[in-house]
Each structure stands twice: as structure tokens, then as C-alpha cells.
């Protein structure tokens, strides 16, 4: 286990990565759908200081039915916003032939649950020095997901963020279920920033808020949450994609209960 074979100071890491304070606010649709709704959404993220947007160009989708997302032309538009309101960009990445390419066009790799488990994505992502968030796997045990992240260490890449967006289990009262213990587990026995996706784990915008404010108690140096000018037009997971004044509403109850803690 590598666990303590490199020291990362993580407040530092991330304020490089991503150019802010923690903890970190990642937010943003779920898939780029065209150039119009990403610029009404980043303008307001930005407006409230957020500066790393996150949007899919490739969409893994369980059904081959479903929006599989607009691909290179979305990365095209991702590479528009972020010149324009100089911001990072955060998107998934679903196969090692599409590095370069995304590498011109967004700031962030993200590994979705899916391809937590696709190590020669990992290794391959391990010769670059791009900064990768690391998805744990939707199944995967805690060790699993610090051997994954292992995997991009040990080619060098030192620039990772874990990121806790639920687990599967038999309750259907969530989409998945948010584990506070792996962020405290991450925190205690590793020196990897881990921040937390509420939208995937959760599923519903209901108990976005408390769920959010659990989260950074654990110790998570950051939190990434769907938004969407339009959710119940959203071509994927319009339930949990806050509307731009649902956001505005968490954000701000979200960091004044933060500042008076
Ligand atoms: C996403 O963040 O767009 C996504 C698909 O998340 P996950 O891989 O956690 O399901
Ligand atoms: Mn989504």
C-alpha cells in the first residue's frame, strides 16, 4: 500500500488544481446538453465564486437508450465556457484514447464509479500530471477505491482527488448511500483530498442541505453538486439537478451555517 509513500498537503493541492479555497465547491449539470444552458448556469456559479464547473461530454449511461452525451462537440463547448468566464472544468473521462483531446479542451479529469475498476485507464492517466478525480467504484470497499487511486499515483501524478459518491446497498430510500466513514477513513489514513458528490449518491434535492453540511463535518475538503437551469428539461438525472435558484438557496444556507459553526 502506498498509502504515505508521497506527502500531499491537500488545502495546497486543491487551491492549485482547481485556483480556490476549500473547502471546494464543484458544481454544474450533469451532461453539457448545448452552449446556451451551460453559459446561464456558469454565470450564475460564478456570480456566487464557484470556479470549478463540472458538465459530462461523455455520458456513461446504464441504458444505450438513454442521452450518452454530445461528446468532442461538448468538449468544444466546455473549452468555450471555461475561455470565457475563466473558470476550471471538470468532465468525465471514459477512455485513455480521448486524453489528448480532453487535455485542450477541460482543466480536471473526472474517473466515473464505473471505471474506478479500469486500471489501465489509471495507469494511463498516472503518466500525465492532469488532475484527476477519482470516483470510488459504486461497490467498491474503501481499500479498493485507495488502491485505485494507487494505481494513478504510482505513475507519478500526484494531482488526485477521491471522491465519495455513494455506495449500492438494499435501501431504496436514496439513489445510492453516502458513506461519511469512508471521508473520515480517506482523512485519517491517507493524504488524498476526498470531497463528496451529494447529486450522485443521493438522488433527491430534499436533503441536499443537511447531507452537505454532514459531509464537511466529516472532514471532506469539498463538495460537487448538480445544477441545472432547467431540470425537468434535463436530458439526464433531471430529479437531482438543482435548479439555478435551489442552488443559490443551498449555497447560502450551506456556508452561513458554516460561518456561524
Ligand atoms: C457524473 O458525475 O456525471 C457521474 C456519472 O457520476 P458517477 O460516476 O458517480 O455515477
Ligand atoms: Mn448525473
Redesign the pocket.
Do not use: A, F, L, V
Given at each position: 500500500m502506498l498509502r504515505d509513500k508521497y506527502y500531499m498537503n491537500n488545502k495546497q493541492m486543491i487551491r492549485e488544481i482547481l485556483g480556490i479555497n476549500s473547502p471546494i465547491m464543484i458544481a454544474g449539470p450533469?451532461a453539457v446538453e448545448n452552449f446556451d444552458m451551460m453559459e446561464k448556469i456558469t454565470d450564475t456559479l460564478v456570480r456566487k465564486g464557484i470556479r470549478a464547473i463540472?458538465a459530462?461530454a461523455f455520458?456513461?449511461r446504464t441504458s444505450p437508450e438513454d442521452f450518452q452525451g454530445l461528446g468532442i462537440e461538448g468538449l468544444k463547448i466546455l473549452n468555450q465556457i471555461r475561455k470565457k468566464y475563466n473558470v476550471k472544468i471538470v468532465s468525465?473521462i471514459v477512455d485513455a484514447k480521448y486524453i489528448d483531446i480532453m487535455y485542450e479542451n477541460i482543466d480536471v479529469f473526472?474517473v466515473?464509479?464505473?471505471n474506478m475498476y479500469n486500471y489501465e485507464l489509471l495507469k494511463e492517466l498516472g503518466k500525465t500530471n492532469i488532475p484527476v478525480i477519482l470516483?470510488r467504484g459504486m461497490c467498491a470497499k474503501i481499500d479498493e477505491f485507495i488502491s485505485a487511486a494507487n494505481y494513478i499515483l504510482q505513475g507519478g501524478n500526484k494531482n488526485i482527488i477521491l471522491c465519495e459518491?455513494g455506495i449500492r446497498s438494499f435501501d431504496q430510500s436514496t439513489r445510492n448511500v453516502l458513506d461519511l466513514s469512508c471521508i473520515a477513513i480517506i482523512k485519517s489514513e491517507t493524504k488524498f483530498p476526498i470531497i463528496a458528490?451529494i447529486s450522485?449518491s443521493l438522488g433527491r434535492k430534499d436533503i441536499y442541505l443537511p447531507v452537505a453540511k454532514a459531509v464537511l463535518a466529516a472532514g471532506a475538503d469539498g463538495i460537487?453538486v448538480e445544477v441545472h437551469n432547467n431540470p425537468e428539461k434535463a436530458l439526464s438525472d433531471s430529479k437531482q439537478q438543482l435548479s439555478l435558484k435551489e442552488f443559490e438557496k443551498f449555497y447560502n444556507e450551506l456556508f452561513s451555517s458554516a460561518n456561524d459553526a
Open positions: 450533469c463540472r459530462g455520458k456513461p468525465e473526472q466515473g464509479t464505473r470516483k459518491r458528490d450522485h460537487m
